[in-house]
């Protein structure tokens, strides 16, 4: 089962800032991340969604390769690649893997203008290791939602709720 986080930030920068931190600590096997979002909100208050994953690139390189093998054993390959590569980015537009959009977006609605907010959702963690790579952010973000356990949740809170 996967945990949901959401932290909050003052500004429209450290949201990116974090997840670049937590993907460079994926890499080292300290966490392992379904989902990463970032979500910035201009002065206006209207919300912009940041995906870690671009479904639409992915889905468009993935349906190109499909279609390409498909259309060699019907002996026009680029037919079958520009064919394959529109499904393929179809289905991304409307996929939705990790957090839902829409929660996204319901959630985001309690943010001020100017703010941004990293939403993660962790599969499995070394979370000792990740909070000791996480003291950069001290002081910078609040924790706004968390589905952990109350013990992880209270050393999330106090790593980076304290003033620095």
Do not use: C
Not at 112 to 136: H, M, N, Q
Request: charged share 20%; glycine share 10%; no cysteine.
């Amino acid at each position: 089962m996967s945990d949901l986080v959401v932290i909050v930030f003052d500004d429209d920068k450290t949201a990116f800032e974090m997840r670049t931190a937590l993907i460079k600590m994926q890499n080292q096997y300290l966490i392992e991340l379904e989902d990463a979002v970032v979500v910035t909100k201009d002065a206006a208050g209207t919300a912009q969604l940041h995906q870690a994953v671009n479904l639409t690139a992915a889905g468009a390189v993935g349906g190109a390769f499909w279609g390409s093998l498909i259309g060699m054993l019907f002996l026009n390959p680029l037919l079958g690649a520009a064919a394959g590569a529109g499904a393929g980015a179809l289905s991304g537009v409307l996929s939705d893997i990790g957090i839902s959009d829409t929660t996204i977006k319901d959630v985001s609605e309690a943010f001020k203008p100017g703010t941004s907010a990293l939403f993660i959702l962790v599969r499995k963690a070394t979370y000792d290791k990740v909070l000791e790579g996480l003291k950069e952010f001290a002081g910078k973000g609040k924790v706004f939602q968390t589905s952990l356990a109350k013990d992880t949740d209270a050393e999330l809170r106090a790593a980076l709720e304290k003033v620095s």
